[in-house]
């Protein structure tokens, strides 16, 4: 089911522990069991960076599961990267940078 986060529509949920059949850019954002934010990234490559991502351990130490991935499509690098920091600034994740 579908998710609004900033006013975008993030789809999912997917399992962070697949690949997916045609590789993308995206913002993702992970989501645990009590509806937070745990993490969000920018990538040009969703199946080289979600597999092997460093802030793996953080997201199930926070209740994410393997099943709370959302994931905005866009090639646009620089619209990725500024939608990433708008979406850490308003939701404050609780992995990575802050």
């Not at 993030?10 to 993490?39: A, K, M, S």
């Not at 490559?45 to 994410?64: A, M, P, V």
Request: a positive charge.
């Amino acid at each position: 089911m579908p998710i609004q986060i900033q006013g975008y529509t993030f789809t999912g949920p997917y399992y962070h522990t697949r690949r997916f059949q045609n590789d993308f850019g995206c913002v993702y954002v992970l989501i645990n069991n009590l509806n937070q934010v745990v993490d969000v990234g920018e990538t040009g490559s969703i199946n080289s960076r979600i597999i092997n991502h460093e802030r793996k351990t953080c997201w199930y130490q926070h209740g994410c599961g393997d099943s709370g991935l959302y994931v905005y499509i866009t090639q646009d690098a620089n619209f990725r990267i500024l939608l990433e920091r708008l979406i850490r600034t308003k939701y404050t994740p609780l992995c990575g940078e802050r």
